[in-house]
């Protein structure tokens, strides 16, 4: 079994910083991509940035230059920096990590709210 542990969220005004992070534990040896994802009510969930094994990132378009993406493969975490928060980044923030097998394991959801 897989746990992944999200923390960090919360509520901020707009222009201010949060900083997510997710630990993955159990039976998961090998992670390869790493990644977090958000869903606004009434809205589906979509990417926001995800990290590969060897560091190579990719980003949603409204977030890049706002949003940083990390990991530290020696303690299975993935960290989502987030600057510069407008309203419409208010969501659940979910992180996502699959295995070497690319099998998917989420976390349970971290509430990001960014008021006006």
């Known amino acids: 079994q897989v746990q992944l542990v999200e923390s960090g969220g919360g509520l901020v005004q707009a222009g201010g910083s949060l900083r997510l992070s997710c630990a993955a534990s159990g039976n998961i040896f090998t992670i390869n991509s790493m990644g977090w994802y958000r869903q606004a009510p009434g809205k589906q969930r979509e990417l926001v940035a995800t990290?590969?094994?060897?560091?190579?990132?990719n980003y949603a378009d409204s977030v890049k230059g706002r949003f940083i993406i990390s990991r530290d493969n020696a303690k299975k975490t993935v960290y989502l920096q987030m600057n510069s928060l407008k309203p419409e980044d208010t969501a659940v923030y979910y992180c996502r990590v699959t295995n070497m097998f690319e099998y998917p394991y989420w976390g349970q959801g971290t509430q990001v709210t960014v008021s006006s």
């Open positions: 990290i590969t094994s060897g560091g190579s990132t």
